[in-house]
């Protein structure tokens, strides 16, 4: 799946993550997350927000705990992606 337009702010990494999530934690597929969205990447970042704010709060440390184990399955896979040249006509 991609989602892709060339407006910014519309949605598309909110939309992504939601999707990612519901396939990964609810309906049990093993996902993995592309940004190609270069240089900005904020999939990446939010992931490191969330990271910190879940290391910081022993209430959401153990929520997390709960929600990995319970359906065992650790976070959806992430990965940054530069554009080669070739793909950008
Ligand atoms: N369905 C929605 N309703 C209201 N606000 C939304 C919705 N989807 C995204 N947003 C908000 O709009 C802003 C831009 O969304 P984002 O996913 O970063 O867009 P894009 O990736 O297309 O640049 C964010 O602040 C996000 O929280
Ligand atoms: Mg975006």
């Known amino acids: 799946m991609a989602f892709s337009t060339q407006k910014g702010g519309v949605g598309k990494s909110t939309f992504t993550m939601l999707m990612a999530s519901i396939l990964h934690y609810r309906m049990g597929y093993n996902v993995a997350v592309i940004d190609c969205d270069y240089p900005q990447h904020s999939l990446a970042l939010?992931?490191?927000r969330d990271l910190?704010?879940?290391?910081?709060?022993e209430i959401y440390k153990r929520l997390a705990l709960k929600q990995f184990t319970s359906i065992n399955k650790k976070y959806t896979q992430l990965s940054n992606a530069k554009p080669k040249k070739q793909w950008i006509k």
């Open 52 to 57: 910190k704010t879940v290391m910081q709060n």
């Open 46 to 48: 939010q992931r490191e």
